[in-house]
């Protein structure tokens, strides 16, 4: 079963400007993990400090594996530079 999985980020106000190519630069890893079938990075029209990225995982498994992978010192990013605060992340399925 595939897996969406939303991460909600509020950008620091210093680095609104370059945060989509930062987030770009960092999701180029997530882009080739295994099991990643794509990423969108989606800005509020009506507050460029809040940024979703959308992410399509062929599995809760793979997603899982990517959520692990990210956490060890080899798989870490320089996302948090950017944020004001910790990311949000919810995990959906489409309902059967």
Request: negative net charge.
């Amino acid at each position: 079963m595939t897996v969406t999985s939303l991460l909600e980020l509020r950008i620091a106000p210093a680095a609104v400007d370059g945060a989509v190519d930062h987030i770009n630069r960092v999701l180029e890893v997530t882009r080739a993990f295994d099991g990643c079938l794509g990423t969108d990075v989606i800005v509020d029209v009506t507050d460029p400090a809040h940024i979703v990225l959308v992410e399509r995982w062929e599995s809760l498994e793979h997603d899982d594996a990517y959520r692990a992978f990210r956490a060890t010192p080899e798989g870490a990013s320089d996302l948090g530079t950017i944020l004001a605060g910790p990311p949000t992340l919810t995990r959906y399925r489409v309902a059967e």
